[in-house]
């Protein structure tokens, strides 16, 4: 050991290294600043640029929302309490609020039916949305459409539950005959519901309505966010399985049905939504019986579940198309039958593929559900450009009541988005 | 080519063939629009019967195999599969198909689906079994093909050997007369085919009826007791595999032989 230099290649070392704290720059705040904001001289400069700019608009909206006013009942007033600062005038929206969900012409000691119906929304859609929940929950989802229409237009409960009557005749016959034949199935079950409802409407005594526990609303009174929600949620339940059927009757072997469906499917989409809803509030009555008086509510539902099936049986016929061929084929060589295969294998690929696509329709159609304002009806944005705007307290109040009803779409749609996204990792079971 | 895949002692005593017929097909012919696919095909298989169908690429085989539980249509001609004629009756088709279990080479299992639940879809679905028994049935096919403890894991997550495996338990599990095979080694690795071959020679000691097309000429030689060349869409040659290997008798047969068995 007596030979050990200092540049012998031998080494033991005699003790830890104590750790040390990494240089400032490489650590925290300041690491990820020169990595992200600062990382060349054009990164640097559009880092400057974008902070300019973000001061510039929150210099603008902080004050106007910090000052706002909630209290006033008319714009003068707020402009009264503003004196000439910058200030935005939101007792539009405290004093205006119920008129902005429900319409102005929902009597309002009943805002509470819509309200129930809504949270009840929530419980009726959890176990389609969330396929982990208990099989169960499904009977209520089965009972609520019934349930709502009862609670939102009142009148008499014997109409919702004859509908409801009707439906499970219908499922009864589907379900007793359609094992043997679809088609009879299918129409038998289409008899039934008609039948039940036909004798069950002529049950029903006339002036029911009046004397009802929940006093009758017709649809002419609903209105606002309300509307929008409602046209939003019957819309896209519609046009989903809708969608579904079109789409599988464009792949169909029987030349009648794939023509059936093209047409259709090339038909709505070549047309613009507001056409479509001009012939539901003015032309549609002459395809009916001249004495029937079709819901206009009912008129536009048609409308938008057409134009929006159309779209969605396109997303999922790609989603069809691309499936490999192995798996119709594997379903087919197991003997499976159309029904089953469609329904097991080539469904729940194909429309998992189809998310993304039928969530942008989705999105998509519950804000084309303000257009309904045009055929003067009074959704949200309906309520604000027409008696909001239009009346001689609130004339000229544009940034809060727009924004307030951008930000009411915005929770909807970015909810919808979130959910999808969530959809899509839960069945992500490929490991591609 | 890959004899080296076998290794194991094949019990050929137990793999009799009945003279029981199990498909028949006469005069068959089948076009792909104006190209003539399928030229007069006749073959007639017995229960017990393991059919090795060989060929070129586009000679045809996967198509008549195909054939045999409709996923393709004939044009002319009768095919009796298993006592049923079939027609474009879809009934039959559907009774056809649930007799006669097929593997394909891309394995084709449901991907959204687990193990178990591919392997239980079709008793339970076309069986009409209860889901408790059909599971049971599903496990011991999954012990068979020796992958049990992946039950409950996704098809993705395999690797490909086991994916033909499960492929297998799952056509197995509808309990079919007769198996097809559709090159189901082709997209494997050389390790993976062992353990296919495997599986499928064990199926063959059991008596099973199997069509097989595939290029697995050691599998061919050991198993098979009989081997169909094709060429251009017809049957060029057929025969037991000694003859069929060391005595070929046409020309065709011969050239394909020498390139597939050269090296």
Known sequence: ??????????????????????????????????????????????????????????????????????????????????????????????????????????????????????????????????????????????????????????????????????????????????????????????????????IGGALIPEGASETAMLQAVPSRDLGGFMLNLMLGVTCVSLSVPLGIALALGRQSDMPLIKWICIIFIEFVRGVPLITLLFVASVMLSYFFPPDSTVDLFLRVVIMITMFSAAYIAEVIRGGLAALPKGQYEAADSLGLDYPQAMRLIILPQALKISIPGIVNVAVGLFKDTTLVSVISMFDLVGMIRGPILASTEWAGVYWELLGAAAILFFIVCYGISQYSQWLERRLATDHR | MSDLAIEREIDRTKMSVSDEVAIQITGMNKWYGQFHVLRDINLTVNRGERIVIAGPSGSGKSTMIRCLNALEEHQEGQIIVDGTELTSDLKNIDKIRSEVGMCFQHFNLFPHLTILENCTLAPIWVRKMPKKEAEDLAMHFLEKVKIPDQANKYPGMLSGGQQQRVAIARSLCMKPRIMLFDEPTSALDPEMIKEVLDTMIELAEEGMTMLCVTHEMGFARQVANRVIFMADGQIVEQNEPEEFFNNPQSDRTKQFLSQILGH
């Open chain 1, 1 to 198: 050991m007596t030979d050990q230099t200092t540049n012998s290649i031998a080494f033991v070392a005699d003790g830890n290294i104590p750790q040390s704290p990494p240089p400032a720059r490489e650590t925290g705040v300041v690491k990820w600043m020169r990595e992200n904001l600062f990382s060349s001289w054009a990164n640097s400069l559009l880092t400057i640029v974008a902070g300019l700019v973000i001061y510039m608009v929150l210099s603008g909206a902080l004050p106007w929302m910090w000052n706002g006013v909630w209290t006033t009942s008319s714009l003068s007033e707020c402009r009264e309490v503003l004196a000439g600062e910058v200030g935005g005038c939101f007792s539009v929206l405290s004093e205006r609020w119920n008129q902005l969900l429900f319409g102005f012409q929902y009597p309002q000691d009943q805002y509470w039916r819509p309200t129930l119906a809504f949270v009840l929304l929530f419980i009726a859609g959890a176990p389609v949305l969330f396929f982990d929940l208990p099989r169960k929950m499904l009977a209520f989802t089965a009972v609520y459409p019934f349930l709502a229409f009862y609670l939102i237009w009142g009148g008499t409960i014997m109409a919702p539950i004859v509908a409801f009557l009707g439906m499970g005749a219908a499922a009864f016959v589907f379900q007793t005959y359609g094992k043997g034949s679809f088609a009879l199935g299918f129409f038998g079950a289409i008899v039934a519901a008609f039948a039940v409802w036909i």
